[in-house]
């Protein structure tokens, strides 16, 4: 057996471990309440809706099934913007947000970053990545490493490149608006969780005349990185973006399964606003046990 | 009357204006104190950590109670990351980010399905309170028929399985128009908490720094 497959076993069944040891003792610490809330039903037959779903369209992508997706302009931008810096001998900024690890538009961004950082090794571009928090710093030293090693060149991975700046907030933002006018980056990519920071970081990266692509869940950030970037993802054109690079069957299928969620999700809205009429023109009255059924426990 | 002292108040008003001089361009004073301000914080949160989570919730817990035996394997996890110093051991690294990516995702997903998406769902397709309290009929289904469209709209916007042509195009531009005017009314928002931030380092250049010099 190779030696990183033995690894990722390894790890595969450490983690489990750690999983199973954390939910029993969450179960022995509950002493109070019961193991299995009753009212939650709805949500665990969600939860079960799409896993079957994401399930469903990941084997049929393993089976060679091809699954369209439409473009996201933002995303065909990465590798021109790569290139862009390749030509002119300046690195890229990525920043996988502000957030830590536990957070999702932070693992989002930190997905995006291999993808990234493969088409980076493979132009030979320098890349800087600076990180808010430890753990974020080892998942994209890792991230970054695997990517140099995936595209052929692992000795050309410089450790360096990926840096703890600061924990503080604005103490991170002036750090990176430093790095911004100091190494002038041909190209900044902000893809992850940013809070007030995020015009700060859009704004200096245009006065420096980078290329910039930004993307984001919080609704708040999202205009100001309109305003100032070329290409902004929205909301979740950032969880698709890893999919949508990569085109592998597990993170394809996923984004297919979540598709098939808004399906469900349209036509449960559609059935609901018929339901509430009815039972307005009082020609059908289960409206209530529907709408119960959507109520958060 | 200023509650800093004169050395406060000139460090306090020295910092604010290198920070500022970056509006100019880089300058040796600007990275003086953008150096200052991340060395402080990477000391601060080192302090932090050290004392509101190894101490607090592992070393203390532990040493009170027995039982509490098993935060030596959350403890274990972080020591974990520090294999990444050695070539031999660095894989071990992947374990704490593995835990913390996967409990991460599964706790998301049932979270927000439960505390986001049925509760929007449902309250998207009740009728509407019309703001002002108002109970014209006419206004709660206008208000209704607005937050229908909208939804479903943007909904249809984000759904990457089909090209945005005939009708599933119009429908994504007409989410499109609906989350440009959500952004325009948040970028509203959010520029008067900044502007509002401005004032107040201004008015403590102003009142409490200048101020200082005329007693």
Known sequence: MPAHLRNTIRIGLTALLLTVVSVSSAFAQAEDGPAFLTNRINALILVIVFSVAVMYFTQQARKGKTLFLRKIPGLDAVEEAVGRATEMGRPILYIPGILDLDEMDTIAGVSILGRVTKIVAEYETPLIVPARYPTVLAACQEICEQAYAEAGKPDTFNKDSVRYLAGEQFAFTAAVNGIMMRERPATNIYLGGFFAESLLLAETGNAAGSIQIAGTSQPEQLPFFIAACDYTLMGEELYAASAYLSHEPLMTGGLKGQDLIKVILI??????????????WNVIHFFDIYSGWFQEA | MTPFSPIELWLMAFVTLAIFSFLYKDNPVYRLVESIFAGLSAGYYFGLVWDTVLMQQVVDPIKTDSSNLYLIIPALLGILLFSRLTQKWSYLS???????????SGIFITSRLQGLVLPQIRTTFMPQNVPGGSTDPWMIVVLSTIVVVGVIATLVYFYFSHEHKGVIGWTARLGIWFIMISFGAHFGYTVMGRVSLLIGRVQFLVEDWIGSFTG
């Open chain 1, 267 to 280: 036509t449960v809205i559609i059935v609901g606003v018929i339901l509430s009429l009815l039972d307005h």
């Open chain 2, 94 to 104: 992947r374990v704490p980010l593995a835990f913390v990516i996967g409990s991460t």
